[in-house]
């Protein structure tokens, strides 16, 4: 049987839109102006406390005030994680079909897996996942491999596709050797072509097609 293991922020999930407010909710508690979703969303993808660290080298704020900024944060983010946040087309409708076809399907985020935990919940596809790896679970974050290759553990199948949108995903699963599908529509900030990567999609109506497609290579 065949397991896929999902990115989260920018991938199966638009929740710039919930970041960004938490980022202004912190930033209006410190004096500070408010930054745009383009600029939020753009500091996305390496975790939280790198998330702080742009949003500090933006404002020119001190670096000493991480630890506080990042707990404001997170204050704010904990309290308010999904209201503004969407499933991406299709993403929900294709991944029931993948659990009802046997598959096993797990979480690799950069995001805190409380927060992450909260928002499946939240949209009610929390209990499609056998396996959630945050940014905070492991002492090390993506694009070490590590915790790609404990969700891989977790899941035990013979084949594993990684499903993500971003430059740390690519390098990620190169890392642990997984075939890696790119989604298009997400954070990434170079082009495309810039991203190792087995497929591409822009909607996730064509990830079955791709899935199959990948898990029949040789590995
Ligand atoms: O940077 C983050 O916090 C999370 O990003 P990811 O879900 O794309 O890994
Ligand atoms: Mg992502």
Not at 7 to 34: F, Y
Not at 40 to 49: A, K
Not at 82 to 92: I, V
Request: with cysteine.
């Amino acid at each position: 049987m065949k397991a896929i293991i999902f990115d989260l922020d920018g991938t199966l999930i638009d929740s710039a839109p919930d970041i960004h407010a938490a980022v202004n909710k912190m930033l209006a508690e410190v004096g500070q102006s408010e930054l745009t979703l383009d600029t939020v969303r753009s500091f996305i993808g390496n975790g939280v406390p790198k998330l702080i660290e742009r949003v500090i080298g933006a404002h020119g704020l001190a670096m000493d005030d991480h630890a506080t900024l990042l707990a404001m944060f997170m204050r704010h983010y904990d309290a308010d994680p999904a209201t503004l946040t969407t499933l991406y087309p299709n993403a929900e409708k294709v991944i029931t079909d993948f659990a009802a076809e046997g598959f096993r399907m797990g979480i690799c985020t950069n995001k805190p897996e409380a927060p992450t935990r909260a928002i499946l919940a939240a949209f009610g596809i929390d209990g499609m996942f056998d396996v959630v790896i945050g940014g905070d679970t492991l002492p090390v974050k993506k694009p070490d491999p590590a915790p790609l290759n404990a969700a891989v553990k977790a899941l035990d199948q013979s084949i594993t596709i990684y499903v993500g949108d971003s430059e740390v995903d690519a390098e990620t699963a190169t890392r642990a050797g997984l075939p890696f599908a790119l989604f298009t529509e997400g954070y990434r900030k170079s082009p495309v072509s810039a991203l190792a990567h087995d497929a591409k999609f822009a909607d996730f109506a064509e990830l079955p097609g791709i899935v199959n497609r990948l898990a029949a290579l040789p590995a």
